[in-house]
Nanobody, 120 residues
Framework: QVQLVESGGGLVQPGGSLRLSCAASGSIFSINAMGWYRQAPGKQRELVAAITSGGNTNYADSVKGRFTISRDNAKMTVYLQMNSLKPEDTAVYYC??????????????WGQGTLVTVSS
């Protein structure tokens, strides 16, 4: 079993900042990539940002320059620093981890989601 535990969501005013964290635990051999996705009401889940074990990053165009993804490989934790938040960033944010799990099975795990609300 693999668990991804997210934290850091909440209510923030436009222009404010939040930092999300996601810690992985359980039967994990290696994590190749970790990322953050989000899903707003009535919309499909979309990639926000992702980072490989080597530190390569990928961002959605809508968050470039405002969000920063980072990870601590030793702690199997990924972070998302969100600055200059906009109302359109409001969504449930999900953590994802991909790699190799126990018994060398493919790992593709998701967190339970954390709500980010940007509103005045």
């Amino acid at each position: 079993q693999v668990q991804l535990v997210e934290s850091g969501g909440g209510l923030v005013q436009p222009g404010g900042s939040l930092r999300l964290s996601c810690a992985a635990s359980g039967s994990i051999f290696s994590i190749n990539a970790m990322g953050w996705y989000r899903q707003a009401p009535g919309k499909q889940r979309e990639l926000v940002a992702a980072i490989t074990s080597g530190g390569n990053t990928n961002y959605a165009d809508s968050v470039k320059g405002r969000f920063t993804i980072s990870r601590d490989n030793a702690k199997m934790t990924v972070y998302l620093q969100m600055n200059s938040l906009k109302p359109e960033d409001t969504a449930v944010y999900y953590c994802n981890a991909r790699g190799v799990g126990g018994e060398f099975k493919r790992l593709d795990a998701w967190g339970q989601g954390t709500l980010v609300t940007v509103s005045s």
